[in-house]
């Protein structure tokens, strides 16, 4: 016998009396995974189901338009709702840092669209953006107003960057002519 033959959930919102429960419903067919992840200019959101590892209720999700998440394995077997999560990721960029000696490429201002429909914080349910600064390093769930305040705060050191660019050059110049 499968595990899927023998794991059996209640459709029901209704607990039980027993203490413990009963589970007496079959497990419902799995719809087809995901395949492709459509673009942002795609029409039609992604849609998809998957089973509720607690309560053992088929919960239905909408991915945000332009979601490129692989969800096959959280729509072939149940799954923790909180473990749920839509994401268009951005392209990487990396730059030799030297955090312990020896200069590693690392990501660098890399970003993502993110939306984790079940989350316990509203916030989090509405699509928002994580920067990752250096690899590992994030500032996370930012609204409009919050990535805007990255943005420009990034927007001023790169102001600060190419002053610095144009005293190097001068400083540069002023040591090769001393030479």
């Not at 149940?78 to 990396?94: A, E, G, H, K, R």
């Not at 990752?132 to 805007?148: K, N, S, T, Y």
């Not at 050059?169 to 030479?179: G, Q």
Request: overall charge negative; some cysteine; hydrophobic content about 35%.
């Amino acid at each position: 016998m499968s595990v899927a033959e023998t794991l059996k959930f209640s459709t029901s919102d209704k607990p039980s009396p027993a203490s413990s429960p009963v589970l007496s419903a079959p497990v419902p067919p799995q719809p087809p995974a995901p395949t492709t992840a459509p673009s942002a200019s795609s029409p039609d959101p992604r849609r998809w189901s998957f089973i509720d590892r607690r309560s053992g209720r088929r919960l239905e999700v909408t991915c945000m338009r332009g979601c490129d998440a692989d969800h096959s394995l959280d729509a072939s077997m149940p799954s923790d709702p909180s473990d749920i999560w839509c994401q268009v990721d951005s392209t990487v960029v990396c730059l030799p840092i030297n955090s312990n000696g020896a200069p590693e490429d690392m990501r660098v201002l890399s970003a993502t669209l993110n939306m984790l429909p079940f989350s316990d914080s509203i916030a989090l349910r509405a699509p928002h953006v994580s920067v990752e600064v250096v690899q590992d390093e994030w500032i996370e769930g930012l609204d409009p107003d919050g990535l805007a305040t990255v943005i420009g705060t990034l927007r001023e050191r790169l102001d600060h960057l190419e002053e610095m660019h144009g005293r190097l050059e001068v400083a540069r110049a002023e040591w090769r002519a001393a030479r």
